[in-house]
C-alpha cells in the first residue's frame, strides 16, 4: 500500500472523530502500539461510525460485512496516550461503500485505514436512508 496522500492525514477532513484509549497490553515488545491493537481501534472506531449511522447490525436494521480492511502503518504509537481516530465515508456503490479513517496520537497520523463494508441483506442494496447518512457523513478531500 503506497503512503496516504496528505489530505487522508489531516483528522479535521474526518466528520466524526472519536478519542480512545490505549491500553498496557496493546504494546508491543518493542514498546509501541502494535498492529492488531491499532486494527482493533480501527474496527472500534468503524463500529462506533456505523451504529451513529443507525439501523446497521441492529434490530430492525439491515445486515452488511467487511469485506476488506487494510491498514496503513506510518508511524509509532504509544502508550498510555490516548489515539483519537478520524471517520468519514469514501466511495457510496449499490451494495458496498467504503470507509476512511485516520488515527493521530500527539497531532500526527500514526495509521490510516480503508475498509469495504457490504450490504448483505436487503440484497437490493445499501437503504436510501442509510445511503443519505453516509453522503451527508463524506471523508472531505478538498
Known sequence: MAR???????????P????????????????????????ALFE????????ALGRLNQPGGFRAVVAMNAVNYLAEGSYPEEVEVGVGTGHIGTRSYEILAVM???GRAIATN???IVVTDPRDGI???????L???RFRPD
Open 127 to 133: 437503504p436510501a436512508d442509510y445511503r443519505a447518512a
Open 16 to 39: 466524526l472523530r472519536s478519542a480512545m484509549p490505549t491500553r498496557f497490553q496493546d504494546l508491543d515488545p518493542m514498546n509501541h502500539l502494535n498492529n492488531v491493537a491499532i486494527a
Open 114 to 116: 480503508d475498509a469495504v
Open 4 to 14: 496516504p496522500s496528505a489530505n487522508r492525514l489531516s483528522i479535521d477532513r474526518y
Open 44 to 51: 472500534d472506531a468503524r463500529v462506533r461510525f456505523n451504529r
Open 135 to 137: 453522503e451527508a457523513h
Open 104 to 106: 493521530m496520537q500527539d
